[in-house]
């Protein structure tokens, strides 16, 4: 079992930067894949990138080329740096664990991006 708490959204205006983060109440070094998801109003939940405990990443192409995301094992934390913020990346974003075959979510943070 893994508790997740995000932080770092906020208001920001078009072509700003924010960053994410989502703390992990265990390691995470062997939790095998961690993600990041957003949900607009409206809209469905979507993936916006994931991390594998084997070091790889991958983010989606609406993001890709902006959006960065990592992990610091020392800290227990996953990261999404979020550069070059366009209106249409508001939505809460969403952190997930999938461990044991059980995906774990954050509360979600608000990021708005308005002028």
């Known amino acids: 079992q893994v508790q997740l708490v995000e932080s770092g959204g906020g208001l920001v205006q078009p072509g700003g930067t924010l960053r994410l983060s989502c703390a992990a109440s265990?390691?995470?070094?062997?939790?095998?894949?961690m993600g990041w998801y957003r949900q607009a109003p409206g809209k469905q939940r979507e993936l916006v990138a994931t991390?594998?405990?084997?070091?790889?990443?991958n983010v989606a192409d609406s993001v890709k080329g902006r959006f960065t995301v990592s992990r610091d094992n020392a800290k227990n934390t996953q990261y999404l740096q979020m550069n070059s913020l366009k209106p249409e990346d508001t939505a809460v974003y969403y952190c997930?664990?999938?461990?044991?075959?059980?995906?774990?979510w954050g509360q979600g943070t608000q990021v708005t991006v308005s002028s």
């Open positions: 997930n664990a999938f461990l044991f075959q059980i995906h774990y």
């Open positions: 265990r390691s995470i070094k062997s939790i095998p894949v």
């Open positions: 991390t594998t405990s084997g070091g790889n990443t």
